[in-house]
C-alpha cells in the first residue's frame, strides 16, 4: 500500500503532487495504491485530470462526451452596449429625451441623465426576424446561427474585477482563467503548438491584461500564450548575434548534459520533464512561425476578413488575428482568445463609450464586424463549426440613459446581451428579457457563471466537477455557483 | 370517550415528505444555507439565517412551514417543481403542533463536532531526550523504509546555500568546507549563512508569498504603490535579525504601537481598487470597502493561523467550525484600518519630517523672490507667449473670495488646465481643495483618473490629473472658503510637458468684488502671439530677468527633489488607523443585506476574547494579535513551524500550509510537528534556531538518490527516505545565474529596481531585455508588478500577487524552456561568465572548462564531460558552454 493513499484528507484529494506521483509510479507505483486512490477521489465526487508531467499537453478525456471540441472567444474589451446592437428596445426610442423614473440619480460616473434612444437604426434579420442594429452589418446577416442570451448580469461594474469576473469567475486578481481551466482538464489536439493562445487586440492589451488568460493557482503549464499576427511569442529564438549553428551546437551539448545527470539521478520524474519540456520548446520554435505565417493564405480569404484593407490598419490587424485563430483551431489548438478593444482610453480604443458613444462605436464596429463576421462564415465553410464553439462576448453592459452632460452610456452590469454559435449551440435562440428600456434583466436572469458553465458543459466538462484545490477549498470557475443555460444547447 | 386522531409518525410520514423534497439540498451531502433536516438537533435549531427551523407545538413561528407555504420573504422551498402539496404541508403543521416528536435514535448520522480536529486541540506533550531524527526514523521503520546515506559534503552545501541564501556557493567556500575537517565545520557553515544578510533575503520572499506582497494596487490600472517596500524591508529584517516570531506576529498587526510602523504594510498588502476605479453610487462604494477589509481577515487568517476564515464571508464554513459571524467579528478588529500611507514615526522619520518643513518653507521664498521677477499684468509691458508648461499672471493684490478663468480660444479642441494655482502675499496657494477652495466650470469632460474638474485645484500637476473643458471656450471658477488677498495666478496645460496641445490662447481672469461683479486681473493680451515669437519664456520671465531666475529656480529644483527622496523613507503604505466604523453580519456577504452589528471577538471555536463595540482603534488589532501570539494557541505555532519545514524541504507536514482546517491535508508526521512547534515557543519563537536545528539533522543531511523500492512505497518522498530535490524558484535562479555570471549587485533595500520599461497603461509592461546596475540586484529587490509577470522568470510559478501562494508549484513548461535558452538576458549572463572564467583562469580552455563547471556546479567536469565539451567551445566559444550550463537541470536544482 502507497504511503499517500492512506493520507488522502477530504479536501486533500489531489494535492498530492499528481504529477510526481505519476512519473514516478512508472518506477514502482503499484496498481493498486493508483486505483485505490482513484476510487477514493469518485467517492468524493471529484475527478482530476491526470497529467503526464512530460506532456502536460497530452489530450485527455472530458467528463462526458463533449459537443464541442475548441473555442474561439472573441472578447469585447470596454463593455459593448447592449442597446446599440443585440437587445432591440422600441419603448427606448419612444421615451428618448424624458428621465428613467426610478432610475439611479448616480450611476458608476456619476449623475446620470436622460434616456437615449439606441444610436443606431435596428433591421430584422434572417428567417427569425431578429432585430439587430445597423452597426454590426456583416454579424447581423449570421443572426439565424446565435444563440442570445441577453439577461446576464455582472457583479461588479468597475472593468478591471468585471473581466476578471467574466474571465475566471472571481472580481478578485489571480484566480485561474477559463482557458487555464479547459487546457488544464482537456490538454490539447496538437503537440507542436499551446494548448491555450490568447491573441491581444492591435491597439493594446485589455483592462485586466494577464488575469485574463494568467494560470492563477494552477500550474504553470496552464497559462495561456500570447501572441498575435503581428507580435511573436515572447522568446521563441534567440537574440540576433546566436547563429544557427552555434545555437544548435548549445541545445545538443545541453541535451547531453542532461541525459549524463539523468543517468546519475535515475528514476526522477522532474529531471526527465524538464528535458522532454526542451523538446516541446524546440518543436514550438518550428511550428508558432508557420502558423502566424499568413502569406498561404490567398488573397480572397485576406479580403473576405478585411486583411487586405491598407485604409484602417487596425481593423487589418484585427482580421489578422481572427484568420490566426481560425488557423490555430484548424490545428487543434483548445482554446483561442481573441480580444477586440484594449485598454481604458476615455472610449478610444475600446467600448467603453461614456461620452462619444455613437462616434467612437462607428470606429470600433468597422474594426470588428467584417473580420468577426469572416472568420466565423470561414471556419463554417470549412466545417469546423462542427466541432469549435464560437463564443461573443463583453464585461458587461450600458445604461439607457445618457450620462449627465455627455452623448454616452455608463456601465450596467444588470442586464447584458453575449452570444454564442458554432458546435452543440442550438441557432437562432434569443434566451432572456431585460425591461422595457434594457435597464436590467428581468426574466431568466444568467449571472455570468451561469454563462461559463454552459461553455464548459458544451465542452464536456461539468462546472462543479472541474476543480482544483488552493487554499481551504475545491475551487471552480463558477465558484460555488452557475447553472446550465440549456436554453442555448441545441 | 372522546375520539383523536392518531399523532402523526415522524418515520412514516414526516421524514418520506423531507426525503423527497428537501435532503437534495439540505440533507446529508449538502446543507445549503447550513440548514440540514436529516438530523434533529439540526432540523430544530434551522440554517444559518432563519431560526428556529421548527418551534415544537408551534407551527405558526416555525421557519419552515413558512418556507413550504411560499409565505417567507426569501421565497418558497422547494424553489422548483411544484412544492409541497396541501396534504404535505398539513402533515408537517399538524406534527409541529403536536410537539415535533422526533424519536431518538432514529437518525441515520450524526452531527459532527467540528471542533474536534487534530490542529484545534493543544500540543502534545513530550519526554525530553527526543531529536528530530527519532521521529522521522520511526515513521519510516513503519513503513519498513530507512533513511539513505549521508549525501556529499559538497551536495550538503549546495543544498544548504540554496536553501537558507538562494545563492551557490563560491569555488573558494567548496574547497574550504571540503578541507575543514573540525567536527562542527557543517554548524560553522550555517551560522556563516545565518548571519549573512542574503539569508533575509531568501527566506522573506516565502512570507511575502503568503501575503502576496507588491508594488502595485492591482486591478486594471495597477498603479505603483511607491511605499510599499518599506514593509518588504521590513521582513528581510525581521528575519535576518531573528525577531521572536510572537513578536513578528504583533508587529505586523500593531507595530504602531511598537515602534515598527513598517511592519504594519503586512495589513493592506492585497490588491485594493482606488478610489476612481469604484462606482461613484453608494452600493459600489460598500462593497468595494467590504472586499478591502475582507482581504485584511483573509491575510490574517491564513497566514498566522492557516484557516480559511474569508470562506465564512457569505456562509458558514462549509468544512470548518467558523460562522459567518465569526468571519464580521474578526473584521470587526479591522474596521478602523483603511489602505493608504502612514509616515514612519521613527527618529529618522521625525528628523526627515522637519527637513522637509524647512525645505517647503523656502521654497515657497523662492517662489516669492521669482513672483517679483514676472513682469506685472497689463503693465504696458508686453509679456512671453502662453506657454504649455507654466504661465504666471502677476498683478496688484486684491482682495476676493472668488476667481475665474474663462477661455475664449485654445490652440486645439477642447482646453485643458492641469492646476490653477492662486497665491496670496504670503506666497500660499490658497485655491487647494485642501484648504477648502471649491472649483466650479462651465462644464467638464471627464475621463476617469485623468480629466476630472477637482484635479483642477487638487495640487498634482500633469495631464494625468487635469480639467478639460466640455467644450472650445468656456470657464472654470475657484471659490474660497472666505476673502483671501491675492496677487499672483499660475497656471499650465501640462507641466510635465509632455503635451501642448488644448492649450488655452485667449483667456481672461477676473476676481470678483463683494456685489458680484468682476473685474479683469489679467489677460491674453499683453503677450506676444506664440507665433510671433517674442521673449522666449522660461517659465514666464523675461528675459533680461531669466538670469536672476535660473540660479532660483535650481535652488528649488534641488530642494523638490530632496523633498521627494525625504518623503519617500518617510512614509510606509502601511495603512491608515481611523475611528472603526460599525461592523454587522451581512447576510448572504451583501453589503446591502446588514443584520446585527457585532463586536470584535476572536474565532468562537477558540475562546471567548471580545472587546466593545466601540473599543479604541489600536487597542483592537492589539488584543488580536495578543490572542494569536500566544504559546497556548493551538495553531499559530504549528502553522509557523511547518512553513518552516517547508522551506526547508519544498513541502510542509501539512502540504496545505495555508490551511490546517478540516478540508486540508493531514500531517505526515504529527508528533514531530508538535514536538517543533514546542521547541521553536521554547527557543523563544527564534527562526534561526529552528534551521539550525534542521539543516544540521540527519534527515536534511540525507543523499537525494532515488532508490527504486522506498521510491515504490513513497513516491513523494512524504516520509524523507531521501532528501527530496527541487528546482530552484524564480528569484533564487535569477540571483544564482547573476552570481555565477559574477554580475550580482548585493545593493540592499530601498525603492525596487524596474523589471519593464514602462508601467502599465495601453502598452501594458513592455520587459527590460538587458539589465545594468539596478537591474543586476537580487529579485525581491524588483518593484512588483502584481499580477504581471517578469517576462522571463515568471513562468517558473513566480507567484502573482494576486491569491496568497501557500506553497510553490513546481511546473515544468516549454515557455520556461524558451525564457532561459533564448532571453537575452541568460545570453548575457553566460557572456560574462565567459569573460569571467577567462580572467580567473586564461587562456588554457581545459582550464577554463574546470572554472566554469566549478563555478556554476561546485564540482571538477569528468573527463568524459571535457571531452564533450571542448569541441562545442572550440567552435562556438565558451559562452555557449555557459548557456548550456545556466539551462542545465543540475544547475537548476537543488540537490
Redesign the interface.
Known sequence: M???SE?L????RH???RR??LS??A????SIALTSLLSRENLLGVQHPIID?TR?YAPRPPHFAPKAKNVVVIFCAGAVSQLETWDYKPELIKQDGKPLKGG?A?????PAGNLARPQYEFLPRGETGKMVSEMIPHLAKQTDDFAFIHSLTSK??????A??FLSTGF?????PSMGGWVSYALGTENQNL?AFVSIPDP???P?????NW?P??L???F?G?TFSASKP???????A??TP??DH???S??Q???A???EQ????G??A??????E??AR??LSVPEIGDLSSEPAHILKSYGADDPSNPTKAGFAKNCILARRLIERGVRFVQLFNG?????GK?NWDG??KLKEQYDVHAEILDQPAAAMIEDMRQRGLLEDTLVVWCTEFGRMPMFQK??RGRD?NPDGFTCWMTGAGVKPGVSHGVTDELGRKAIQDIHPLYDFNATILHLLGLDHENLTY??????RRLTNVEGHLIREVLA | MQLVSAAVDFKSEVRPIFEEHCYRCHGAKKQKSSLRLDVREAALEGGEYYKPNIAPGKAGESNLIEFVTGKHEEGRMPPKGEGLSSEEIATLTAWINEGAVWPEGIDEVQLEDRTDHWSFKPLKVFKTGRSLDSFIIAELRE?GLTMSDEAGRVTWLRRVYFDLIGLPPAPETVDAFLSDTRDDAHARVVDDLLDSHRYGERWAQHWLDVV?YADTH?????TPRPNAWPYRDYVIEAFNHDIPFDQFIREQLAGDRMGKDAATGFLVTA?R?LPG??????A?KR?ARQ?ELGEIVINTS?AFLG??VG?ARCHNH???AITAKDYYSLQAFFSGVSYGDRPMRTTEGEENRQEVEKLAESIRGIDQSLAGLVPLARSGTMRPAVSAKLNVERFPPVTTRKVRFTIRKANQYEPCIDELEVFDTGGKNVALSTSGAVATAS????????HELHFVNDGKFGNERSWMC?AGEGWVMIEFPHEQTIERIVWGRDRQGKYADRLALDYLIEVADEAGKWHLVADSSDRYKQEEGGPSALNGFSPEQADKAKVLLNKKTSSEARIRELEAKRLVFGGAFGKPEAVHLLNRGDAEQPLEEVAPAVLSAFGDISLAKDAPESERRAVLADWIASPDHPLTARVAINRIWQGHFGIGFV??S??F??????P?HPELLDWLATEFIRSGWSIKEMHRLITLSETYRQS???N??A??????V??LWRFP???LEAEALRDSILAVAGQLNLKTGGPGFDLFKSRG????FP?VESFAGEGLRRMIYAHKI????D??FG???CP???????RR???????????L????FV?DCAENLAKRVKFEAGEDLNACLRRAYKLSLAREPSD??IA??LP?VR???LA??C???M????F??IP
Open positions: 502507497n504511503y499517500l493520507h484528507s477530504p479536501g486533500g494535492l498530492l503532487d510526481n506521483f514516478n509510479s518506477t514502482a507505483l503499484s508531467p502536460p439611479p448616480v450611476t458608476f460616473q456619476g461588479t461594474n468597475t472593468h478591471g474585477p473581466e476578471n472580481v478578485q486578481d489571480g484566480f499551446p491597439r493594446g492589451v483592462q485586466a491584461s494577464v488575469n494568467g492563477g493557482f500550474p504553470a503549464e497559462q500564450t511569442v515572447r522568446h521563441l529564438s534567440p537574440p548575434g546566436i549553428g552555434k551546437a548549445t541545445r551539448l545541453l547531453r548534459m542532461n549524463r545527470h539523468l539521478n535515475p528514476g526522477d522532474k529531471l520533464a524538464r528535458i522532454a519540456s526542451y516541446l520548446a514550438m520554435q484594449a485598454y481604458a482610453s476615455g480604443l461614456h461620452s452632460g455627455a456601465h484545490y488552493h487554499n481551504g477549498i475545491n | 513503513h502576496r492591482g486591478f486594471e490600472v495597477n490588491a481598487l476605479q469604484i462606482g461613484q453610487d453608494d459600489s462593497l472586499d491564513e484557516l480559511s470562506c462549509k468544512f470548518d462644464g467638464s469632460n471627464v475621463a476617469v483618473n485623468r466640455s502540504e496545505t495555508n490551511d482546517g478540516r478540508a486540508g491535508a493531514k505526515t537525494g538518490l532515488i527504486a523500492d521510491q515504490g512505497k513513497d513516491a513523494d512524504r516520509l530535490s527541487r528546482r497603461g495601453l502598452s501594458g520587459p502584481r499580477m504581471e509577470p517576462s522571463i513562468a517558473f510559478d502573482d500577487a494576486g491569491q496568497s501562494v501557500s508549484r513546481q511546473s515544468t513548461t516549454p515557455i520556461q524552456a524558451l525564457n535558452f533564448n532571453s537575452q545570453i568524459d564531460e564533450d565539451a562545442v567552435e562556438h566559444g555557449a558552454l548557456r548550456a550550463l539551462n542545465s537541470n543540475e537548476l536544482f
